[in-house]
């Protein structure tokens, strides 16, 4: 009688093929939560001495120009009033053809919002790039 190839009549365990997910998602899900909690703490405020340096500030010697717009819809450049098709012609002549001159826009709180969008097209339109809008600070309460 032949014996069977797995000797001696007991059955030989094979290793498993398969690999078991479970504690590695566990691991990685730890990993994650650690990750989590410190990142806001690696990201606040530390003392350092920054190092001097000689270079100066981008745009720190140019004063920004202001566009006004008034409730009534009348356009300002700095203090003297200029119709809308001249706005771009003057603000390049303000601005020595910079069109990384600073601008500023400043509407009244009652005109209506897409005047003011307008007027910020019209100025990007005419090629400058560094256009914001000014808002009044609210008055701080004394507490």
Do not use: C, W
């Amino acid at each position: 009688m032949a014996m069977p190839s797995g000797g001696g009549g007991r059955r030989r365990r094979r290793p498993m093929a398969e690999i078991n997910v479970t504690p590695m998602v566990d691991v990685m899900l730890v990993l994650l939560i650690i990750f989590m909690v410190t990142s806001p703490m690696m990201t606040s405020g530390v003392n350092v001495d920054l190092p001097k340096t000689d270079a100066r500030p981008v745009n720190s010697d140019t004063k920004p120009i202001t566009v006004s717009i008034k409730s009534d819809g009348t356009l300002y450049l700095g203090d003297s009033e200029v119709s809308p098709d001249q706005l771009v012609t003057q603000l390049n002549a303000a601005a020595n053809n910079d069109a990384e001159h600073r601008i500023f826009v400043r509407g009244d709180a009652h005109i209506d919002y897409g005047r003011v969008m307008q007027v910020m097209g019209q100025i990007t339109e005419g090629g400058f790039t560094h256009v914001a809008l000014l808002a009044q600070q609210p008055a701080s309460s004394g507490h």
